[in-house]
T-cell receptor
């Protein structure tokens, strides 16, 4: 069965620090990959997605993620975080037009 | 607002009671998903529909759980004989058919079983 592993459960950073959140998935075939974000008190929303082409994808609010097929990874990055990035981040994978499997999430706290 | 809506937003019930939740997807979306989320976990897939057909059910969905989407529009999720372990946030999402399409999530229904 497919699974998604997020390396960090809780990350605390100061504003302007660089961010990288790790995500690995277990499936050897073609996948679609997503990062969703949930800001405090808000719905889950899509941050970015990869389904083909350039393995470096850019999303909203300056986030980007790199798909490395050989490592089964899809890490999320942002060069300089802001206090407003405080949220919970979920990596997710979709296989063969099927349901999406989510990781357990990483709670990011940015200190002002 | 043309997003996904869920009703009620909160539900407190006593163990053994039945509860029903409703989800209204984005109107042009033919897929509708139900997830459950507990503290410290990501959303866990329960079931999904394409139009009115229920295409897959998770093993998490015991016999006490049933979901319907009778006309391919709104959906209901019913839990019979609730247990304390059913306490969770129940999320609904909708999308167009196709794995690369984004799922749009509703605000969720928080169930507390006392």
């Amino acid at each position: 069965a497919q699974s998604v592993s997020q390396h960090n459960h809780h990350v605390i950073l100061s504003e302007a620090a660089s961010l990288e959140l790790g995500c690995n998935y277990s499936y050897g075939g073609t996948v679609n990959l997503f990062w969703y974000v949930q800001y405090p008190g808000q719905h889950l929303q899509l941050l970015l997605k990869y389904f083909s082409g350039d393995p470096l994808v850019k999303g909203i609010k300056g986030f980007e993620a790199e798909f490395i097929k050989s490592k089964f990874s899809f890490n999320l990055r942002k060069p300089s975080v802001q206090w407003s990035d405080t949220a919970e981040y979920f990596c997710a994978v979709n296989v063969w037009d099927d349901k999406i499997i989510f990781g357990k999430g990483t709670r990011l706290h940015i200190l002002p | 607002d043309t997003g996904v809506s869920q009703d009620p937003r909160h539900k407190i019930t006593k163990r053994g009671q039945n509860v029903t939740f409703r989800c209204d997807p984005i109107s042009e979306h033919n897929r509708l998903y139900w997830y459950r989320q507990t503290l410290g976990q990501g959303p866990e897939f329960l079931t999904y529909f394409q139009n009115e057909a229920q295409l897959e059910k998770s093993r998490l969905l015991s016999d006490r759980f049933s979901a319907e989407r009778p006309k391919g529009s709104f959906s209901t999720l019913e839990i019979q004989r609730t247990e304390q372990g059913d306490s969770a946030m129940y999320l609904c999402a909708s999308s167009l058919a196709g794995g690369a399409y984004e799922q749009y999530f509703g605000p969720g229904t928080r169930l507390t079983v006392t």
